[in-house]
């Protein structure tokens, strides 16, 4: 699994954009590029993921860059209930390689 | 679908117990995985499994095993418990298809 690195902490204002970068240089080309959030102590739960191409769902938006060296999750009007740690993982999607979490970012969104 | 079960939610126990932490799931995942958070820290993998009787380290095996006798359930043991090993333990099962992990509502257990 892919080493990956994100900022300790972020902050954003209500109702704007909160966009959290995670680099992932050394990311296997067979390897997609995983986003959780945890919400105080509950366990994590799924957002998005993405091999090469932008993704876009309900909750977020998952910016890829050309190389895949590094990745940006976009949550277009952040909201209170958005203050959560937000991890960026690499991984297969075969569901057969091992899953590490590394410290993620804590955002926090400021009324 | 219950999706993944954890029992028990709290646990306290004395040094040099021992107990198990049960997991199960319904979705029918071949992948399993037990975590520890310790507070203020990021999720540590502890063991984990690709399939029924297959089982492998993570990153902090000591002191814990795991078997895997069923698709659907992955205990885990404490032989012996330390302080040291007081967290939070989530159990967490993968989708083949699209990757995507389940979590349990996790386990709370403290060693004295």
């Known amino acids: 699994d892919a080493k990956t690195t994100q900022p300790p902490s972020m902050d954003c204002a209500e109702g704007r954009a909160a966009n959290l970068p995670c680099n992932h240089s050394?990311?296997?080309?067979?390897?997609?590029v995983y986003w959780y959030r945890q919400i105080h102590s509950q366990g994590p739960q799924y957002i998005i993921h993405g091999l090469k191409n932008n993704e876009t769902n309900e909750m977020a938006s998952l910016i890829i860059t050309e190389d895949r060296k590094s990745s940006t999750l976009i949550l277009p009007h952040a909201t209170l209930r958005d203050t959560a740690v937000y991890y960026c993982i690499g991984s297969d999607s075969g569901g057969y390689q091992k899953v590490t979490f590394g410290t993620g970012t804590k955002l926090q969104v400021i009324p | 679908n219950a999706g993944v079960t954890q029992t028990p939610k709290f646990q306290v126990l004395k040094t040099g117990q021992s107990m198990t932490l049960q997991c199960a799931q319904d979705?029918?995942?071949?992948?399993m995985s037990w975590y520890r958070q310790d507070p203020g820290m990021g999720l540590r993998l502890i063991h984990y499994s690709v399939g029924a009787g297959i089982t492998d380290q993570g990153e902090v095996p000591n002191g814990y095993n795991v078997s895997r006798s069923t698709t659907e359930d992955f205990p885990l043991r404490l032989l012996s418990a330390a302080p040291s090993q007081t967290s939070v333990y989530f159990c967490?099962?993968?989708?083949?298809?699209?990757?995507?992990?389940?979590f349990g509502e996790g386990s709370r257990l403290t060693v004295l």
């Open positions: 050394t990311i296997s080309g067979n390897e997609y």
């Open positions: 979705m029918n995942h071949e992948y």
């Open positions: 967490a099962s993968r989708q083949r298809v699209t990757g995507e992990l389940f």
